[in-house]
């Protein structure tokens, strides 16, 4: 057995089991769309599938307002929810019922890989002669998974010496400075020249997994190894940056720790080469807004998270496009979520900082391949427009996390790009997070949204 079985969706098995579900080929007269859906703490996720599937689910029957782009609206004769044969199932009616529900609540994430299917049938195109051909089946394949297992995409390129000395150094600035006290004098005491010793390796190595943690809860989120961050690992896996750990001799703490680096890092290489390298369409998730609340730290190492995931996306894509036909990324869509936290005149605010945060050199280069959106895959706010001063100004109206009654608030200007160091002190957000909105049970048709059937326009369009 792997030691790494506890890393979902990494153990040699569940990697094989994953990757031949992923190859497997739809009969003729089917055909499908596979898209990936991921994001950063905090992000979203669970809620963007489950609302995302639902639309799917009821596009056909509801105004086209409900969900404007739904190119197959006038085809569909019959729409159906299954399982995808060899893949954890996403929980996607136990999450719609905690949006339903009375009083409702926002769904608990997803852990691991899981997948949905939404099947449709189709009648033929209008051009063709409907008399000769079956309905056609059309597949449109969900991929959930965790956004903390693209921090471990840096990985493949770097030695356990490189790692290390960019962990350290991390780990000595801002607030990760306080944060890491007790792992880093932990392993500031290890002779990584001295025998192998498990428990003192297993003590730091749990430290260090306190210590990601840690950082997590403080609104930090470039975190590694990510997969640290969920589950419980055996202490005999456990490794922590030592960059004095170079060139130890085998049978050392040094050695030890190197061979558990590159033992994690190759399940790491598997999955990205059987798993990742099939999921050709890629929803990534950001949440900007609550790093904006959260300051100039948070938000500029939120910024380092994404820039290093989506220039990992590029430095795996094209190496694995020479050998493989599956390793290749047609399409990326770059998200910023909780729309509905900011009024409608900010959202190409919120554009344009997620484009400064990627960099013009990305966008120019990706183009054709990557789209950049602002969405509310559930909207809990509705917007008013208030006389302030003699101003008309536009307020949000919605029930703040843990209250039961509605309030307005004004959440302040969004820039449009990332703003300077001094610049920071001059801004001031008003960034709440809201309940969901009461709907009730059944709702059959799209939850209310902000953007999000343009999500499946930039992805097949």
């Avoid at 979203?44 to 799917?56: D, E, I, M, Y």
């Avoid at 990205?272 to 949440?287: A, I």
Wanted: net charge positive.
């Amino acid at each position: 057995m792997s030691p790494f079985t506890w890393l979902p969706g990494l153990a040699a098995d569940s990697l094989s089991a994953i990757a031949s579900a992923l190859a497997s080929v739809s009969p003729l007269n089917q055909a499908g769309y596979r898209i990936a859906v991921t994001g950063l703490q905090r992000s979203g996720k669970t809620v963007f599938v489950t609302s995302f599937v639902h639309a799917l689910l009821h596009a056909k029957d509801a105004p086209v307002e409900a969900f404007p782009f739904f190119p197959w609206r006038e085809r569909v004769r019959e729409v159906e929810l299954q399982d995808i044969p060899g893949l954890p199932a996403f929980p996607y009616r136990d999450r719609l019922a905690d949006l339903l529900a009375e009083p409702p609540h926002w769904p608990a994430p997803t852990e691991g890989l899981s997948a949905v299917r939404v099947r449709l049938r189709l009648a033929p195109a209008a051009r063709l002669d409907r008399r000769l051909l079956e309905p056609q089946t059309l597949h449109l394949d969900l991929i959930d998974y965790p956004g903390e297992w693209l921090l471990d995409l840096p990985l493949l390129s770097l030695d356990y010496e490189e790692w290390s000395a960019e962990m350290e150094e991390l780990a000595n600035a801002g607030k990760r400075t306080a944060l890491s006290v007790q792992w880093s004098a932990q392993a500031r005491a290890l002779d990584p020249a001295a025998k192998e010793d498990p428990f003192a390796l297993a003590h730091i190595g749990s430290a260090y997994v306190d210590y990601l943690k840690r950082c997590r809860s403080e609104g930090l989120s470039f975190l590694q190894p990510g997969r640290f961050l969920g589950g419980t690992a055996p202490l005999e896996t456990l490794f922590f940056p030592l960059s004095r750990a170079r060139s130890s001799r085998s049978g050392t703490n040094g050695a030890a720790l190197a061979r558990r680096y590159e033992a994690y890092r190759k399940l790491v290489r598997r999955f990205y080469e059987q798993v990742f390298g099939r999921l050709r369409r890629q929803v990534l998730l950001v949440d900007l807004l609550t790093a904006l609340q959260q300051g100039q730290e948070s938000f500029a190492d939120l910024a380092l998270a994404t820039r290093t995931v989506v220039e990992a996306f590029e430095d795996l894509r094209h190496p694995l496009a020479k050998v493989l036909p599956i390793g290749r990324l047609d399409r990326l869509s770059l998200v910023a979520t909780k729309a509905d936290h900011i009024t409608s005149g900010q959202l190409n605010n919120l554009v344009g900082l997620l484009r400064d945060m990627l960099g013009e050199p990305f966008m120019r280069a990706n183009a054709r391949q990557s789209g950049l959106l602002a969405i509310a895959s559930v909207r809990a706010t509705a917007q008013v427009t208030r006389l302030w001063q003699g101003e008309a100004m536009q307020f949000l109206r919605g029930v703040p996390r843990g209250r039961s009654d509605a309030v307005e608030v004004r959440p302040g200007e969004i820039p449009g790009q990332i703003p300077d160091r001094g610049s920071w002190p001059g801004f001031v957000f008003n960034i709440r997070d809201f309940e969901p909105p009461r709907l009730g049970a059944p709702f059959e048709k799209p939850l209310p949204h902000i953007n999000l059937d343009k999500v499946l326009q930039s992805l097949i369009a």
